[in-house]
C-alpha cells in the first residue's frame, strides 16, 4: 500500500489547518521556476526554514504534490519552502540545478518576510531533489553563480539521494547528463574540504537508489572533517521513506523526527 500511494492521494489526508500557504512566489523568468511557502500559525519570533526540492527522476514532479511535506513540518514550526523548477527534456544537466540555486537565493532573502530566519536556511531533497541538495553545497559554484553563498546554508538533508550512481545505464539520464560517466555530474566528486552539516538517509529496502549512495558520500564528507549523519531505516523502499512524513504513515519510520532533531541542532 506505501508503494501504491501518491502524493496526490495523499493530499486528502492533509490538515488544512495551522499553518498558511503563500503559493507561486517568483524566483525566475521560467513558468517552472515558482515556488511555495507554509508558514506556521502564531510565529512569535523568526522560524527555522526548510527549502525542498522534490524527486521524480529529473523529468517530472509538482510541487503541488507536495502539500504532506509542508505540513509535515510547519506543524513542527518550521517554515517550508517547496520549489518547483525546470524539468528534462526542456532542460539537462545542470540547469535544473541552477534553478535550485536561484530558488535558494530567493528563499534566502526573503525569509523574513514569511516569518522565517535567514540565517538558519536548510537545504533538502528526496530522490532526485536530494542530489540537487546535495550537489549545491558540494559545488558551491552554483549559489556562488545564483548571488548566493554556501555559507549561507545551515545544513542539507538528502533522503534517498543519488550522490556517487556512475556509469548510468538508462539512456534517458545518459541523454540528461550528457554521457555515461562524467564524474563532474557526481556531487561526491566536489568533496574537498568542509561542507555545511549534513543528514544523509536511505531505506535498506531502497531498490531504485542504492543505500550505498549515502553511505559512500558520508566517508567522504568524514574524511575532510564534515559533520555528517547517516540514518538507515530497516526494510523501507524508495517511495516509503518520502510517504512516512506524512501523517498516514510517520510511525513506520523515526525520519520526521530525525529531520527535525538535525535541524533543530544546528
Not at 128 to 157: E, F, K, T, W
Request: one cysteine or more; aromatic letters at 10%.
Amino acid at each position: 500500500m506505501v508503494s501504491a500511494c501518491s502524493p496526490a492521494l495523499l493530499n486528502i489526508t492533509v490538515p488544512r489547518g495551522g499553518y498558511s500557504v503563500h503559493r507561486d512566489l517568483v524566483y525566475g523568468p521560467a513558468p517552472r521556476e515558482k515556488l511555495d511557502i507554509y508558514v506556521p500559525d502564531g510565529l512569535t519570533a523568526p522560524a527555522p526554514v526548510i527549502l525542498f526540492f522534490y524527486g521524480g527522476n529529473w523529468d517530472s514532479g509538482s510541487k503541488e504534490l507536495y502539500l504532506a511535506f509542508g505540513e509535515s513540518f510547519a506543524s513542527r514550526g518550521f517554515v517550508v519552502a517547496i520549489a518547483d523548477y525546470r524539468l528534462y527534456p526542456q532542460v539537462k544537466y545542470p540547469t535544473f540545478l541552477q534553478d535550485n540555486a536561484a530558488a535558494f537565493r530567493f528563499v534566502h532573502d526573503s525569509a523574513a518576510q514569511y516569518g522565517g530566519d535567514p540565517g538558519r536556511v536548510f537545504l533538502a531533497g528526496h530522490s532526485a531533489g536530494a542530489y540537487n541538495a546535495i550537489m549545491l553545497v558540494s559545488d558551491p559554484h552554483y549559489l556562488r553563480d545564483a548571488g548566493a553563498d554556501i555559507s549561507q546554508v545551515r545544513g542539507a538533508i538528502g533522503l534517498a539521494g543519488p550522490y556517487d550512481f556512475l556509469p548510468l545505464q538508462d539512456p534517458g539520464l545518459i541523454a540528461m547528463f550528457g554521457g555515461r560517466a562524467r564524474k563532474e555530474t557526481q556531487p561526491i566528486s566536489y568533496i574537498d574540504g568542509k561542507r555545511p552539516p549534513m543528514l544523509l538517509a536511505a531505506g535498506t529496502g531502497d531498490e531504485t537508489v542504492d543505500p550505498g549512495n549515502s553511505t559512500r558520500m558520508a566517508e567522504k564528507l568524514k574524511s575532510f572533517g564534515s559533520p555528517v549523519e547517516v540514518k538507515l531505516y530497516p526494510g523501507v523502499g524508495h517511495i516509503g521513506l518520502i510517504l512516512s512524513l506524512a501523517r498516514p504513515f510517520r510511525g513506520r519510520t523515526s525520519l520526521r523526527d530525525d529531520m527535525t532533531d538535525f535541524i533543530r541542532a544546528h
